[in-house]
C-alpha cells in the first residue's frame, strides 16, 4: 500500500505556466476590495485575491456584443477617414489664420457633408 506523503497536488498538466499581469487605479482597486468583502475574503491576506479573480472571471460566461455586419466595418473606416480629413483641414485653415476659408475648402467640407448624408441616408434604408 502506498504511503501518503502529503503536501501540495501534482498538477501536471494542469500547471499554470501562462501569466497576466494586472494594475489598478484607486477607483478600480476599491472595486475590487469592494467585491472581495462581499464574498468575504480578506484582501490583505496572502493568495485571496489571485485564486478569487481567477474563479470569478472563468466560471462567467462571456457576454456576447452587439457588432455590425462585415460590410459596415469598412464604411465606419471610411467614415473616420473622412472626419481625419476634415480636421485636418480645419487646421491647416486655421493654422494659416484664414478669417473665410478658400473655395476649394468650402467645396470640399460641402462634398463630404453630402457623401456622408447619403451614407446616413443608405445605413436607415438598410436597418432590419
Known amino acids: 500500500m502506498a504511503q501518503n506523503k502529503g503536501g501540495r497536488k501534482r498538477l501536471g498538466d494542469r500547471k499554470r505556466e501562462h501569466r497576466i499581469m494586472l494594475r489598478f ?3 478600480e482597486l476599491e472595486k475590487v476590495k469592494t467585491i472581495l468583502q462581499s464574498y468575504n475574503l480578506d484582501f490583505k491576506k496572502r493568495g485571496t485575491v489571485g485564486p478569487f ?3 470569478f472571471i472563468l466560471n462567467k460566461e462571456a ?3 452587439d457588432k455590425l455586419p462585415d460590410g459596415f466595418s469598412n464604411l465606419v473606416y471610411q467614415i473616420n477617414k473622412i472626419g481625419n480629413n476634415i480636421n485636418q483641414l480645419t487646421k ?4 494659416k489664420n ?3 476659408p478658400s473655395a476649394k ?3 470640399e ?3 463630404s457633408n453630402e457623401l456622408l448624408l447619403q451614407v446616413m441616408q443608405l445605413l436607415i434604408q438598410k436597418k432590419p
Open 53 to 55: 479573480l481567477r474563479r
Open 92 to 95: 491647416v485653415a486655421q493654422y
Open 105 to 107: 475648402l468650402q467645396s
Open 25 to 27: 487605479n484607486n477607483e
Open 98 to 100: 484664414m478669417r473665410s
Open 109 to 111: 467640407v460641402e462634398k
Open 63 to 65: 457576454e456576447k456584443e
